[in-house]
């Protein structure tokens, strides 16, 4: 149980860094995009709106992504389940 109890932290830990990751890797492309005058502290609204509208087109399109893998690796195994069956090996 302890062994069971470690995986899932370390599961947790792995979920955690590709989180930050994913977060760093957005706040660098929409600041690269977004951001270019360096002149003031605070964001202009043009800056704040195309941020807002990265990070939104950003979010939609990973979240899309990764729709489209769970359906086709679905089908996958809907597949190899299929052929398992046809060839008489149930596993």
Request: glycine share 2%; aromatic share 8%; net charge negative.
């Amino acid at each position: 149980m302890a062994a069971a109890m470690e995986m899932s932290e370390a599961d947790q830990i792995k979920t955690f860094k590709d989180f930050l990751v994913q977060y760093n890797k957005l706040s660098e492309l929409c600041f690269n995009d977004c951001v270019h005058d360096f002149t003031s502290r605070t964001l202009r609204s043009t800056e704040e709106k195309c941020i807002l509208n990265c990070m939104d087109k950003y979010l939609r399109t990973n979240q899309r992504v990764s729709q489209r893998f769970h359906e086709f690796q679905m089908i996958a195994n809907e597949n190899m389940m299929a052929l398992a069956q046809k060839s008489g090996n149930p596993s």
